[in-house]
């Protein structure tokens, strides 16, 4: 026994979720928490929560049921354990979690957890305690720095929230309400993380945000700068190999950020940029204050400016009053576009949200048909696009353990897995590879060489 504690994390939901996570771990690492992966052996269960569809709710309070099991097994044989909820479901429930569930020991929203650590320390005295105001100190400034190790390991990979929050408003969702108004961090704040990540060992760094392309951070000319600039910067630091970023409305599509991805070797050629449906009339209806038409001419412009771009997207079916000629449109655009991934869902009601209230909702049924048809659309063109990888040569950055031994596996510049016959240490390399197979969602690949060596990546403390 060390003596230390140990601090078990569940994440559901997005990719700022995971990073979040990440920070959290890191401030707990800071306190002298140590990760683990199961349950049983943690004194604290941290659940960082999802409220953007279905039961997100429901699904928590039953994992805390289970929890609270383990806690009254904990509380007979004389030790303790604590509970938080943070994430989204703890910003839209608050109080109300601590009521339904006294098992929880603290409630933390996306916006304090710069003082998760002060709260765990409450909560041991008296159970019970909420934060989840949206405070007007900046919490990244008052977060550990990323070159110390948090709880939860670092691969080559890792992501950065550049932008919070937004300001969009669309009819079925309750990102505006759980986190908050369109928030961007300023450059130089970016600037030092990425650096220390690269630091750190890390090749590739996603931009996050709810609606990343949307960024407007203060420079350090004082001026605003928009995601294109800070790409353009970002792309200057030493050992960062690839850049991408997630999540984008169209509406935000600048021709600047079109140009970065003609300009910069280091973006990769992966857009993230979901439309949710292809009729007019539930385009407006949802919010999205754009048409059909408008998008698939900004998607010919991005692909003008970046041929070999891969597309991804997001879609919902069944939004209240979609008819069958709707959704038809909507298969249209799938057809037009050519997805090479994509993100389908049956429409989820959000209390709180616009479209909660309307009374033409769509049937269960007809939304699970609906459904089946899309995914299957998207699945033939997911497994096309797949399939047209075969023969081709690319970099692989090598990320990870791979299924069988000798074997790594990494990303495609496309975002596609790629097992590669590789030696455990070349981890954190870029490979050229060549494309002999696909099966299911992955591509196998032989290395043809090795691109750049691990020993070119920066050493602990170096920077741009
Ligand atoms: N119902 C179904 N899907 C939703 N999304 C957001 N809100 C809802 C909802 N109420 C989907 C959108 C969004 C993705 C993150 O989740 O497609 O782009
Ligand atoms: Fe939600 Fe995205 Fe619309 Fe913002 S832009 S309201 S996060 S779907």
Redesign the pocket.
């Known amino acids: 026994m060390t003596g230390s504690k140990r601090v078990f994390i569940k994440s559901y939901g997005c990719q700022m979720n995971v990073y979040d996570a990440e920070r959290m771990g890191e401030a707990l690492a800071a306190e002298g928490y140590q990760a683990t992966d199961t349950m049983e052996d943690a004194d604290l269960i941290l659940l960082n929560t999802c409220h953007i569809r279905e039961k997100a709710a429901e699904k928590v309070y039953s994992e805390l049921g289970r929890i609270r099991q383990l806690k009254d097994a904990r509380a007979g044989a004389g030790s303790s354990l604590s509970v938080g909820v943070a994430g989204c479901v703890a910003q839209a429930e608050g109080e109300e979690i601590v009521r339904r569930a006294p098992t929880v020991d603290f409630v933390v929203g996306p916006q304090a957890y710069h003082r998760l650590p002060d709260l765990v320390r409450r909560a041991a005295v008296r159970p019970g305690a909420v934060d989840i105001d949206f405070p007007t100190e900046d919490k990244f400034d008052a977060l550990p720095s990323r070159t110390k190790p948090g709880v939860i390991s670092r691969g080559p990979t890792a992501f950065l929230t550049v932008q919070e929050g937004?300001?969009?408003?669309?009819a079925?969702?309750?990102?505006?309400y759980t986190?908050g108004a369109e928030v961007s961090r300023p450059v130089e704040a970016i600037v030092r993380e990425a650096r220390e990540l690269a630091a750190a060992g890390v090749r590739e760094v996603t931009l996050l945000g709810?609606?990343v392309n949307a960024y407007h951070g203060e420079g350090p000319d004082g001026r605003t700068w928009d995601l294109a600039r800070l790409l353009y910067r970002l792309a200057e630091i030493e050992g960062l190999a690839r850049l991408r970023y997630t999540?984008s409305?169209p509406l935000d599509m600048t021709d600047s950020l079109i140009d970065a991805h003609r300009d910069l070797d280091a973006l990769m050629p992966y857009l993230h940029l979901?439309v949710?449906a292809g009729s007019d009339r539930i385009l407006a209806a949802m919010?999205?204050r754009h048409e059909a038409d408008a998008y698939v001419r900004l998607i010919e412009r991005i692909r003008a400016a970046r041929p070999d771009i891969a597309l991804s997207g997001?879609f919902i079916v069944g939004f209240p009053g979609e008819s069958d000629a709707d959704f038809e449109d909507t298969m249209r655009l799938v057809e037009t576009v050519g997805y090479a991934s994509a993100y389908s869902f049956k429409y989820s009601t959000r209390p709180g949200t616009p479209a909660a209230g309307r009374g033409d909702q769509v049937p269960e049924a007809v939304k699970s048909e609906r459904l089946q048809r899309l995914q299957a659309l998207l699945n033939t063109q997911a497994d096309a696009f797949n399939r047209s990888m075969v023969g081709r040569r690319f970099d692989v950055l090598l990320e990870r353990a791979g299924r069988k031994p000798g074997q790594l596996t990494g990303r495609s510049p496309y975002l596609q897995p790629v097992h590669v016959d590789a030696a455990a240490g070349a981890i954190g390399d870029l490979v050229e590879v060549a494309v002999t197979e696909v099966a299911g969602h992955s591509l196998f690949a032989e290395p043809i060489g090795k691109r750049e060596p691990a020993d070119r990546r920066l050493a602990a403390g170096g920077v741009a």
């Open positions: 937004c300001d969009k408003f669309c079925f969702c309750v990102v505006p986190r709810q609606n999540t409305h979901p949710q919010n999205r997001d």
